[in-house]
T-cell receptor, first 114, second 112 residues
Framework: DGGITQSPKYLFRKEGQNVTLSCEQN?????MYWYRQDPGQGLRLIYY???????QKGDIAEGYSVSREKKESFPLTVTSAQKNPTAFYLC?????????????FGEGSWLTVV | GQNIDQPTEMTATEGAIVQINCTYQ??????LFWYQQHAGEAPTFLSY????GLEEKGRFSSFLSRSKGYSYLLLKELQMKDSASYLC?????????????FGQGTTLQVKP
């Protein structure tokens, strides 16, 4: 099946621990994005990548890191520097230069600090 | 600055019509999206407007006025399953269509 796979669906992090959220796509899309959503809020852009081996900070990049070594994969690491990481994380993809309705979201990952 | 505003909550009756408004101020504009999101799930695409006017798709319609920085989502013949959050988002990149700015979402409660 074509689509975006995020894992894990639920993740618990201890104080001071780094965790990595996986995002894999087989849509052959160039661009990939990570968004964060807090309860009752809209989505905010963390990082995005338009091409392999290149990525850019979004609006709330502090405390996060990413890599884009393969077109299919765009993992997000939530570092210990992120003081309030409990949130719903969404990965999205889009073809570069595509029309507006070609943005696809994964199913999301819930991260909770314990 | 960049800002998208929409009402926080709305309530409507099953079978009725509801209009959810969205106003925006962004540094660029490459289209406006409406998404539906049920609690704990990913957003689902509803509509996309890049030109002024009304786009109709079944029970859902979306309107855009670029000069006014204004859009609305119109839901007709409301059903209980329409109870959800509705997110307004603006694409403000050039060819970067996935770089979106989201409003905080409007939680719609449909009552019998």
């Amino acid at each position: 099946d074509g689509g975006i796979t995020q894992s894990p669906k639920y993740l618990f992090r201890k104080e001071g621990q780094n965790v990595t959220l996986s995002c894999e796509q087989n849509l052959n899309h160039d661009a990939m994005y990570w968004y964060r959503q807090d309860p009752g809020q809209g989505l905010r852009l963390i990082y995005y990548s338009q091409i392999v081996n290149d990525f850019q900070k979004g609006d709330i990049a502090e405390g996060y890191s990413v890599s884009r070594e393969k077109k299919e994969s765009f993992p997000l690491t939530v570092t210990s520097a992120q003081k309030n990481p409990t949130a719903f994380y969404l990965c999205a993809t889009a073809p570069t230069g595509g029309t507006g309705n070609t943005i696809y979201f994964g199913e999301g990952s819930w991260l909770t600090v314990v | 600055g960049q800002n998208i505003d929409q009402p926080t909550e709305m309530t409507a009756t099953e079978g009725a019509i509801v209009q959810i408004n969205c106003t925006y101020q962004t540094s660029g504009f490459n289209g406006l999206f409406w998404y539906q999101q049920h609690a704990g799930e990913a957003p689902t695409f509803l509509s996309y407007n890049v030109l002024d006017g009304l786009e109709e798709k079944g029970r859902f319609s979306s309107f855009l006025s670029r000069s006014k920085g204004y859009s609305y989502l119109l839901l007709k013949e409301l059903q209980m399953k329409d109870s959800a959050s509705y997110l307004c988002a603006v694409s403000h990149g050039s060819s970067n269509t996935g770089k979106l700015i989201f409003g905080q979402g409007t939680t719609l409660q449909v009552k019998p």
